[in-house]
């Protein structure tokens, strides 16, 4: 018991002593808050209408992929993923294996978090907000707000699919750092999408992508301060422990050097 009660009081400790401001500091908020007000001025009234205009043109563009913003499948998937990872910790014979399956296990769990609690914020949020939809643009313009008006036709701001992406995408590039140019990349065209088929404003996809990925750092921060997944940088940032194996080759396999020179050896080493 007192070894656990030392265990609790060193996590505490470490967590006073970590740096969070670098992260989850007020400058996030600051910029995202602008970036929503210069959409919603600048972007969500052409961008509507514009939708309105084209939308046989560019919807079957969006409508191919705003589906991948559906949280049903990722969070699915995590669970799934979690629950063979623990049944191969418990059947694993060796420690290697457990510890591998844990990891993995870490991962999923990590994802299912991320996504999961980003999803329920902003559908408590969207909801509260109750803005109009662009679909409502001709009869009540893109600044009607109607309180937990518990309709669909009102729940625009924040994103929800923008939100799932964003939180997805945030976590697998902290998982998979090599790669998080793609995934921002991919994340911009699957949030953006739900504008593409007339479903949000700009300034919704923006303030979901932003919630999404603020709620996967926070919970990185969160696993790395108990030392689960992550580690704490000096500056607060969250860094993956062991890095996820993203080769299709093992690391085990070596190719053996040649025995003999090649063409173009020295003269003494061919007598030799």
């Known amino acids: 018991m007192a070894r656990v009660m030392d265990g609790l009081a060193r996590r505490r400790r470490r967590c006073k002593a970590a740096s969070f401001s670098a992260c989850c500091s007020r400058s996030w908020a600051f910029v995202v808050f602008n970036l929503v007000l ?60 457990r510890f591998q399956a844990a990891f993995v296990g870490h991962m999923a769990l990590y994802v299912f978090l991320c996504v999961a609690l980003s999803g329920v914020t902003a559908n408590l949020l969207k909801r509260v907000i109750g803005r109009a939809r662009p679909v409502l643009y001709d009869q009540l313009g893109m600044l009607s707000l109607n309180f937990f008006a518990g309709s669909s036709r009102f729940e625009s701001f924040p994103s929800g699919h923008a939100t799932t992406i964003g939180a997805f995408m945030m976590a697998m590039a902290l998982l998979a750092p090599p790669f998080r140019l793609v995934f921002l990349v991919m994340g911009l065209w699957l949030g953006f999408s739900r504008v593409i088929v007339g479903a949000h404003y700009p300034s919704d996809v923006i303030a979901g992508l932003a919630l999404g990925a603020w709620f996967s750092l926070v919970i990185a921060i969160l696993f790395s301060r108990h030392r689960l997944l992550f580690r704490q940088t000096g500056e607060g940032w969250p860094l993956l422990r062991r890095p996820v194996p993203l080769s299709l080759l093992p690391p085990s396999i070596t190719y053996p050097k040649p025995a003999f020179r090649l063409y173009g050896s020295s003269s003494a080493s061919i007598r030799t």
């Open 38 to 97: 210069l959409a919603l001025f600048l972007l969500d009234g052409p961008v509507a209408a514009y939708i309105r205009v084209h939308r046989l043109e560019v919807r079957p563009v969006g409508s191919v992929i705003t589906d991948f913003g559906q949280s049903g499948w990722i969070l699915a998937a995590s669970l799934l993923i979690c629950a063979e990872a623990y049944l191969a910790y418990r059947l694993s014979p060796s420690c290697r294996r």
